[in-house]
């Protein structure tokens, strides 16, 4: 119901033209949590409870001694969502969380692909 609609706005010649969303993912770093368990529990529950699904650690591929940073050390947090997963957050995300933010200017788009 939303392709033809959207096809027919802006004059889409074809259906495999219309944008469509496919994934979302959200990615937390964690800089110097990263050394510890608790902070690293802390937040996987705080992605849990944003996402709705349990998130996957990153780890790093190689150590950076610039960073304090070894190969497999824990650095970051990320979930994929799909289907009516991904809908229900960006429904949440749009409406809800998003008009909350005080003087809000709109979201980078450097923060998106697509």
Request: proline content about 4%.
């Amino acid at each position: 119901e939303i392709v033809p609609k959207l096809q027919k706005q802006w004059d889409y010649k074809n259906i495999q033209q219309v944008p469509e969303v496919k994934k979302v993912v959200i990615n937390r770093g964690l800089g110097e949590a990263s050394q510890n368990a608790k902070t690293l529990d802390a937040s996987l529950k705080e992605v849990t409870i944003i996402a709705g699904q349990r998130g996957v650690i990153t780890r790093s591929k190689k150590a950076i001694a610039g960073f304090k940073v070894r190969e497999g050390m824990a650095v970051g947090i990320s979930v994929t969502l799909r289907g009516e997963r991904m809908y229900a957050f960006l429904d949440r995300l749009i409406n809800l969380a998003l008009p909350r933010i005080r003087d809000f200017q709109g979201i980078n788009p450097k923060s998106f692909d697509g």
